[in-house]
C-alpha cells in the first residue's frame, strides 16, 4: 500500500510561517513529480508548488517569492516552506506524487494524493 503522509499545517499569524512535510511510503521505486495543491472554501483545487525529480520548480503566481518546495529524494519527502503568509493562504494542502509502486509483483504507476493538512492565517 502506497500513502502520502502530510504534516506541519496548523494556526499562523499574517506574516508568519509554516513548514509542510509529505512523506510517501509504500514499494515506491520511483517518483517523478511531487507537488502540492490547496483547496479554500468553496474554491476548487489549485496547483500551489511542484517539483521534478531532478529539482526543477514550478509554482503559482500568488506564492512566488513567498514559498519554496524542496523534496529529499532518498526518504521521499517533499517539503513546502510557506513564509509572509497571508489570510488568503488559508486553505487545506494537499501533497500529490505521481509514483510507480510494486504490487503484488507487479509495476503500477499513479497519482497519489495525500490526506490534506489544514493552514490557518488569522490574527
Known amino acids: 500500500q502506497v500513502q502520502l503522509v502530510e504534516s506541519g499545517g496548523g494556526l499562523v499569524q499574517p506574516g508568519g510561517s509554516l513548514r509542510l512535510s509529505c512523506a510517501a511510503s509504500g514499494s515506491i521505486f520511483i517518483i517523478n513529480a511531487m507537488g502540492w495543491y490547496r483547496q479554500a472554501p468553496g474554491k476548487q483545487r489549485e496547483l500551489v508548488a511542484a517539483?521534478?525529480?531532478?529539482?526543477?520548480?514550478n509554482y503559482a503566481d500568488s506564492v512566488k517569492g513567498r514559498f519554496i518546495i524542496s523534496r529529499d529524494n532518498a526518504k521521499n519527502t517533499v517539503y513546502l516552506q510557506m513564509n509572509s503568509l497571508k489570510p488568503e493562504d488559508t486553505a487545506v494542502y494537499y501533497c500529490?506524487?505521481?509514483?510507480?509502486?510494486?504490487?503484488?509483483?507487479?509495476?503500477?504507476?499513479?497519482?497519489?494524493w495525500g490526506q490534506g493538512t489544514l493552514v490557518t492565517v488569522s490574527s
Open positions: 517539483i521534478t525529480s531532478g529539482g526543477s520548480t
Open positions: 500529490n506524487a505521481d509514483l510507480g509502486y510494486s504490487d503484488s509483483g507487479a509495476l503500477r504507476y499513479h497519482e497519489v
